[in-house]
């Protein structure tokens, strides 16, 4: 017997927003996944398979550079979907796809998600508007790499990991957060040390809290605000 995908709580913001009919078609293409922290999605240059619409999950997309170095340049939880480049005619990865915050995401073959967007579909349409979107999302970065301090910037990726993962508590490793940001680990830990002594958060055994959520937007730059603003303009919506 078809469920009724609405009675649900289906925790992605494009799913939750298509109309009846159409969420329980897209749904029946879809299977709920457990991702744990840590796993590897996808790989450079490796066949696409999947899409995922992540509901308490977040997945990091890694750009790899010269030296073997990575940098994160998004991150993916409940508003979006990780694997939109598949849709739209690319059939490999161009980054190393891996789980940053554990939990569910609802995953689609590649076949099922093309022949959504073919259909000029209410997802077409939804998916279009994320990645208007992610591509101010990631143009601003580029200025904030440049030209904020790394505490800033520290701050705003805190803000966005407790964003896409729904709460205030999770993982983080200097190490991890160094190589999202392109920056030295010491930078890193200054910059932590500096909002824990503010009292804007805490920090022990690889788990960070935010305790103090507008001190921690204050100590941020403006481009986490913007960010909001981006994606409140294309989708309707705030993720804080």
């Known amino acids: 017997m078809p469920?009724?995908?609405?009675?649900?709580?289906?925790?992605?913001?494009?799913?939750?927003?298509?109309?009846?009919?159409?969420?329980?078609?897209?749904?029946?293409?879809?299977?709920l996944v457990q991702l744990p922290g840590g796993a590897v999605i996808d790989m450079p240059g490796t066949p696409l398979?999947?899409?995922?619409?992540?509901?308490?999950?977040?997945?990091?997309?890694?750009?790899?550079?010269?030296?073997?170095?990575?940098?994160?340049v998004s991150l993916t939880?409940?508003?979006?979907?990780?694997?939109?480049?598949?849709?739209?005619?690319?059939?490999?990865?161009?980054?190393?796809?891996?789980?940053?915050?554990?939990?569910?995401?609802?995953?689609?073959?590649?076949?099922?998600?093309?022949?959504?967007?073919?259909?000029r579909s209410s997802l077409a349409g939804m998916v279009d508007r994320y990645l208007t979107a992610?591509?101010?999302q990631l143009g601003r970065a580029a200025g904030c790499n440049r030209f904020h301090?790394?505490?800033?910037?520290v701050a705003r990726w805190l803000l966005m990991t407790?964003?896409?993962?729904?709460?205030p508590t999770f993982a983080m490793t200097h190490e991890l957060v160094a190589a999202a940001l392109g920056v030295r680990r010491v930078g890193v830990t200054n910059a932590a040390g500096h909002l824990q002594r503010l009292k804007l958060i805490s920090y022990g055994r690889g788990v960070v809290a935010i305790v103090n959520r507008k001190?921690?937007?204050?100590?941020?730059?403006?481009c986490y605000r913007a960010d909001l603003d981006a994606y409140s303009l294309a989708l309707g919506t705030r993720r804080a």
């Not at 995908?5 to 494009?14: D, K, R, Y």
């Not at 301090?149 to 910037?153: A, G, I, N």
């Not at 407790?162 to 709460?167: L, Q, V």
Request: proline letters at 4%.
């Open 215 to 222: 001190g921690l937007e204050l100590a941020s730059c403006g």
């Open 77 to 119: 939880g409940f508003e979006g979907l990780y694997g939109a480049a598949a849709g739209r005619g690319s059939g490999l990865s161009s980054v190393r796809a891996q789980v940053h915050v554990p939990g569910l995401a609802w995953r689609m073959p590649v076949a099922s998600f093309r022949k959504s967007l073919a259909a």
């Open 3 to 31: 469920r009724d995908f609405h009675a649900i709580a289906v925790g992605n913001h494009l799913l939750d927003g298509l109309p009846t009919a159409e969420q329980g078609r897209v749904m029946a293409s879809c299977e």
């Open 162 to 167: 407790a964003d896409r993962g729904r709460s």
């Open 149 to 153: 301090r790394v505490e800033q910037r």
């Open 134 to 136: 992610v591509i101010a």
């Open 49 to 72: 398979r999947y899409v995922y619409f992540p509901s308490t999950s977040a997945i990091a997309s890694l750009l790899p550079m010269d030296g073997g170095h990575m940098i994160e």
